[in-house]
């Protein structure tokens, strides 16, 4: 019995509330209690009721509790493992200098990718913006006064968008610390993307059967890094049965009209008939998992 009574006073005890915290859900509260509970029962050796554990529901990696409680505290982007270069630090303080800002939501991967690669140092120099209401300090509203439309994105302030994961020498261009290289402009059409070599399994030749079936289609260009790695994923035979359209008129086949139409704003992006089996975007079921 006085472990019970122990298990409660912690339950019952006063939270301490923290900055930018909210609220635990009471189902994490219940199990918060259950495991002090539980705990305690171990320890007390003169207590001879046989107890059945039952199975808590798994705290989130953002709840942090002690004696007091647990609160759920915003949630922040994956840390930045590696120092920044004087490089990158210095394109960072550029960047910063010019008012240059950079878009992105906490579970985004590319953003992750971008933050990685500018280092610890320069990741926390520069301008950044959460999209995402649940993210810390997440601004939902001057994302979507700015026009984001995909993660990660470079605004500078006289409204120029750049988005996708940016190296090093791209981010001097963008910061004014290095000229972009003259490249001869290539004829309409004449460019084709990377070759699918590789083989498809039965669920790509599978899955691609069921888009195209659904009436999906691709949109994407040649020289987009993140559209080959969807086609390579696929394999050969499966993408062979993909619906595709490329959006930069200097790619093979290009037909930049009909992205245009699709309100295609960012590579790649499926578009996919309502009523085809796929929730729709901003969906529960559609958004991403936190990390």
């Known amino acids: 019995m006085r472990v019970l009574l122990f298990a409660s006073a912690v339950a019952l005890a006063p939270q301490q509330h923290q900055p930018s915290a909210v609220a635990l859900a009471p189902q994490h509260q219940r199990a918060l209690q259950r495991r002090a509970f539980l705990s305690g029962a171990a320890a007390a050796t003169t207590l001879t009721t ?29 840390p930045v493992t590696q ?23 906490y579970w985004c991967r590319f953003c992750d990718e971008q933050r990685q690669l500018l280092g610890r140092e320069a990741a926390q120099l520069v301008n950044y913006v959460e999209c995402d209401a649940e993210g810390l300090n997440g601004n939902p509203a001057l994302c979507a006064a700015a026009k984001i439309r995909a993660y990660p994105t470079w605004a500078t302030p006289d409204g120029k968008l750049y988005t996708g994961v940016r190296s090093l020498e791209q981010l001097e261009v963008i910061a004014g610390l290095r000229k972009e290289a003259a490249k001869p402009a290539p004829k309409p059409g004449s460019v084709a993307p990377p070759p699918v070599d590789g083989a498809s399994s039965r669920e790509a030749v599978a899955v691609a059967s069921k888009l195209k079936a659904a009436g999906a289609v691709f949109y994407g260009t040649y ?20 619906p595709s359209v490329e959006c930069d008129p200097r790619g093979k086949g290009g037909d ?17 008939p309502r009523g085809a089996g796929v929730p729709p975007a901003g969906s529960a079921a559609s958004r991403p998992s936190p990390r």
């Open 50 to 78: 046989t107890l059945t554990a039952r199975a808590a529901p798994p705290i989130p990696p953002n709840v942090k509790c002690n004696s007091f409680g647990c609160v759920a505290t915003a949630l922040e982007p994956p």
């Open 83 to 105: 120092s920044s270069t004087a490089r990158a630090r210095r394109v960072a303080e550029r960047l910063k200098a010019l008012g240059v800002e950079f878009y992105g939501a």
């Open 223 to 242: 020289w987009c890094p993140y559209c080959d790695k969807q086609r390579q994923l696929f394999g050969k035979a499966a993408w062979s049965a993909v």
């Open 256 to 272: 930049p009209g009909r992205c245009q139409k699709a309100d295609v704003a960012a590579y790649p992006t499926w578009v996919i």
